[in-house]
């Protein structure tokens, strides 16, 4: 998605970026309190899925993109994530599934390495 749009007098790039963080179409809503229910609920942090990636060049230009199909590599080993917004009337097992679905790819070309 392109947004376009001016930001208030006396605010900068960064502060935009700052104020969007975490993006909502990763925590739910209210964004507060569903943060506070995820650090509840999930036992480990997230690492850099559902974190951002972003650049900002010497122009003011920007762009981001929420991590949430990618792979990390660190001390020899490679994750992914997979997941999945939760609602009152998920199928619970449903859902599950989906997060395999969603990572499927990157685990099959894992595989072929």
Not at 6 to 18: K, Y
Not at 31 to 48: N, W
């Amino acid at each position: 998605t392109t947004m376009l749009g001016e930001l208030a007098s006396g605010n900068d790039a960064l502060d935009l970026i700052a104020g969007s963080f975490p993006g909502g179409s990763i925590t739910g809503a209210p964004k507060i309190r569903a943060m506070q229910i995820i650090d509840e609920l999930e036992p480990t942090r997230r690492s850099l899925y559902c974190g951002s990636l972003v650049y900002l060049d010497v122009r003011g230009e920007m762009d981001s993109s929420i991590a949430i199909r990618s792979l990390l590599i660190k001390d020899g080993q490679i994750s992914c994530w997979g997941g999945g917004g939760i609602v009152a009337d998920s199928d619970c097992e449903a859902e599950y599934q989906e997060t395999f679905t969603k990572v499927r790819v990157l685990l099959e070309t894992l595989e072929t390495l």
